[in-house]
């Protein structure tokens, strides 16, 4: 029998992470960045956080920051497909956004605040037959050769 052809990974929020076409799954952080005081958000935005212009135009984000601030999660909502506990993430980019993610491949006792951090793409699987996605996450920069597998 014929192995049925797999489907190109698809963003789990494409107004939030654009996926770049090829093999391994690539990508950029998307925003907006206001044109009267240059404030960037991440995501889509109707008008400014700082100055409540409308005037936005969309932005490519950075791949890096820094981590600003962490928790262990050891209570994970409903329907979480990772391995529990796992450390939840937030990193401040050099544009000012900070982006919440899962921070992977680090133990959690060698986190700490001000640690360079890295965007990691991985691909989950919804079910059997569903679609594959590919999710944001972080991973400290001295580990930054793993960037792509499945979870």
């Not at 907006?32 to 935005?45: E, H, N, P």
């Not at 409540?52 to 490519?60: G, H, I, V, Y």
């Not at 006792?109 to 999710?135: N, Y």
């Amino acid at each position: 029998m014929p192995e049925t052809p797999r489907k190109s990974p698809v963003s789990v929020d494409p107004g939030r992470l654009r996926l770049d076409s090829g093999q391994t799954p690539s990508g950029v952080l998307i925003g907006m960045r206001c044109l009267d005081c240059a404030i960037y958000v991440f995501g889509q935005a109707v008008f400014c956080q700082a100055c409540s212009s409308s005037r936005l135009e969309p932005a490519d984000l950075s791949r890096t920051g820094t981590l600003f601030s962490y928790t262990v999660v050891r209570v994970p909502p409903d329907g979480w497909p990772g391995p529990v506990p796992y450390v939840l993430g937030e990193v401040e980019l050099p544009e000012g956004p900070h982006i919440l993610a899962e921070i992977i491949d680090v133990a959690h006792e060698d986190l700490k605040i001000g640690t360079e951090m890295r965007l990691a793409l991985q691909e989950v699987r919804s079910g059997d037959s569903g679609p594959t996605f590919v999710v944001y996450k972080w991973i400290p920069e001295t580990n930054a050769t793993f960037q792509t597998g499945e979870a």
